[in-house]
């Protein structure tokens, strides 16, 4: 079956620009996982949804970075007035559900911005 | 807080040689143990998990993994190791609290003819 995809893998903005990052998860994985992931670095969790629900946001950087799963399917990452301090692969992952759960991840997006 | 350290950034090794690449964690609690690989341009994918019982774990690839609670370690073994193991390692950890894993730096295993 399909594994989770992102798109687009690759995105290049203009600092102050706003970017948005799709996910769509594997059917039926009723866990969304965002993570950040810098140069050299392992990933860096963002935020956490649980069908419909951000259960946890506590990695958002700032006020700037929002992520929404309305129909508990695909997500989307917003990042308003993107700085260079955002470039970065964002990687998503789902699972099944909780913690036991392999989480399995999609390709990610690198964000580069100038 | 939890956190995960990865001893070594760069492993090289020779091709069929045994390779072993060292994680330890921190955590108060009890912990899922996970080890994933990078290859270039591509996600993660799970190499093998630890989550309770045999303290042994084996994995895709030939791979396994201890888990030793007095050391809080979790090294990844694998013993003899081919040119398509070059990618980068990872090790994971994540308690029965949250659902989020906790990564570590990453070793770069390089794999020589």
């Known amino acids: 079956g399909a594994g989770v995809s992102q798109s687009p893998r690759y995105k290049v903005a203009k600092r102050g620009q706003d970017v948005a990052l799709r996910c769509d998860p594997i059917s039926g994985h009723v866990s969304l996982f965002w993570y950040q992931q810098a140069l050299g670095q392992g990933p860096e969790f963002l935020t956490y949804?649980?069908?419909?629900?951000?259960?946890?946001k506590s990695g958002l950087p700032s006020d700037r970075f929002f992520a929404e799963r309305p129909e508990g399917s695909v997500s989307t990452l917003k990042i308003q007035r993107t700085q260079q301090e955002d470039s970065a692969v964002y990687l998503c992952a789902s699972s099944l559900g909780g913690g036991r759960d392999t989480q399995y991840f999609g390709p990610g997006t690198r964000l580069t911005v100038l | 807080a939890q956190s995960v350290t990865q001893l070594d950034s760069q492993v090289p090794v020779f091709e069929e040689a045994p390779v072993e690449l060292r994680c330890n964690y921190s955590s108060s609690v009890s912990v899922y143990l996970f080890w994933y690989v990078q290859y270039p341009n591509q996600g993660l994918q799970l190499l093998l998990k630890?989550?309770?019982?045999?303290?042994l774990v084996k994995g895709i690839n030939g791979f396994e993994a201890e888990f030793n609670k007095s050391q809080t370690s979790f090294h990844l073994r694998k013993p003899s190791v081919h040119i398509s193991d070059t990618a980068e390692y990872f090790c994971?950890?994540?308690?029965?609290?949250?659902?989020?894993?906790?990564f570590g730096t990453g070793t770069r295993l390089q794999v020589f003819p």
């Open positions: 994971a950890v994540s308690d029965h609290n949250t659902d989020k894993l906790i």
């Open positions: 630890y989550l309770s019982g045999s303290t």
């Open positions: 949804f649980q069908n419909e629900a951000q259960l946890d």
